[in-house]
């Protein structure tokens, strides 16, 4: 009683409720060109084939009469795919993969990690609770903060008078930050397999 009259000397609220179904959703937006960016490519050995005329007889083989290959020739059959070389056959092997206007040559296999999101860290319900005078929430006495993130306490205005009407405004929602993760580079440039050619090789014949 404050001079025989009903007063108030505080008034307690509960911390609002921390925020539930709190979550970042990683997005991406796709760029205009596939691997945009990324260096093209390029064979560290290139090999040179000259092909020379077949005999008439399908399982024989024609070899034109010259004294001498240049250097760095030897003398090859080919075969499109990877095979083991005949044992006439057995000196170097090589896979060469052929390089077209439609193929390269090689398979294009890098890529990036997906992106993810961590747990938000930081968010909060925000509200205020407001005190008044009459019955119709209109002579307002006090205006407080609260949070969902600490407990607090602090002085209102109202010692000494009578609370007619509270209210709490509907929380708020502050979102919190998601450290973002992934977008790591990896996979590499590989063979295409459909462009192998086994080149089987032996000295030039004299």
């Given amino acids: 009683m404050c001079g025989g009259a009903l007063c108030a000397q505080s008034i307690a609220v509960s911390p609002l409720g921390a925020p539930t179904g709190e979550a970042c959703a990683s997005f991406s937006e796709p760029i205009p060109v596939t691997h945009y960016g990324l260096p093209a490519p390029r064979w560290a050995t290139a090999a040179i084939g000259c092909r020379i005329p077949t005999c008439n ?9 010259i004294r001498r290959l240049p250097d760095g020739f030897l003398t090859c059959i080919k075969r499109e795919g990877e095979h083991v070389c005949p044992a006439a056959w057995n000196g170097d092997r090589f896979v060469v993969y052929e390089v077209t206007h439609e ?9 990036c990690t997906a992106c993810e999101c961590g747990a938000p860290v930081g968010g909060a319900c925000l509200a205020r609770v407001r ?4 019955g119709a929430c209109s002579k307002l006495i006090s205006d407080d903060g609260i949070s969902s993130v600490v407990e607090q306490c602090s002085n209102a205005p ?10 709490i405004t509907p929380p708020e929602y502050l979102p919190g930050a998601c450290e973002p993760s992934g977008g790591e ?5 590989k063979e295409d397999p459909a462009q192998a050619v086994t080149f089987c090789c032996r000295p030039p014949d004299t």
């Fill in 57 to 65: 007889v399908p399982s024989a083989s024609c070899l034109p009469s």
């Fill in 103 to 111: 193929k390269p040559g090689w398979l294009e296999g890098r890529e």
């Fill in 131 to 134: 005190t008044f005078e009459d």
């Fill in 158 to 167: 109202f010692a000494g008078l009578a609370i007619g009407s509270k209210e």
């Fill in 185 to 189: 580079p990896i996979g590499d440039v």
